[in-house]
């Protein structure tokens, strides 16, 4: 399957891609130890409108951004990002101005060069390649699915993947901002562009908050709609 693909998987399919989920978990987790940012709460940052940060962040907290969303981090004051998840057709202009330490690409295929950088952690490389397949298997081995039957876009948004990909890999606590079901647009973009993978995201975010007590939120509205809890601390409205 490609990223192309226009209809849901089966589930045999699903499982296909998954079958190498604890290799491939075990693998980042290692690239993960080598900088830094395995045992430690990650505060992950997506770009929608008007994201709530919380006051004080646990200590250690590493911060990780979905695509873009350093640059909504820069206006609420926020460090640059400790981790942050890029495509491969990333331009320097939509990156400007960040200061990327680590960076988790979205790629087609693995090079030779990708490889060796993941598997070999030790080298520590400050950027590591993942599969649109490789992300596909994060999902369905930690959610059990890619919702694809719920909604016209196959399978959940990049935010969601990545929120996947930290469950996976063991961090303690994930706490997420700047995610909405509700609202359109982006934090450092005044168009209201309209948002995809509505309904694949709220099916995977209802799985988080069934089976994931280390996922939670700083939004209400998030909240609200998925059943996630709001982090400690965090009024509910």
Known sequence: MTETTRRPLSPSEEQAIAADFPVLAARHAAWLRARGLLDRPWFVLGSAPDPHVPQPFPPGTAHVHVKYAGHAARQYGLPAGDLTFLLAKTTKQQIDGLDLDAVLRL???????????????????????????????????????????????????????????????????????????????????????????????????????????????TEPGLSQVTGIPLLEGVPAG
């Open 107 to 217: 790629r087609k295929r693995h090079s030779l060069l990708t490889r060796i950088r993941r598997d070999l952690p030790v080298l520590g490389a400050n950027e590591c390649a993942l599969t649109h397949r490789e992300r596909d298997a994060f999902i369905i081995g930690t959610l059990g699915s890619l919702f694809g039957v719920t909604g016209s876009e196959i399978r959940p948004s990049n935010g969601i993947a990545l929120i996947a990909y930290a469950i996976a890999v063991g961090i303690p606590q994930i706490i997420v901002a700047g995610i909405s079901l509700q609202s359109d647009g982006y934090a450092y973009d005044p168009s209201a562009r309209i948002r995809r993978h509505l309904e694949e995201d709220r099916a995977a975010l209802a799985v988080v908050a069934a089976r994931c007590s280390e996922v939670v939120t």
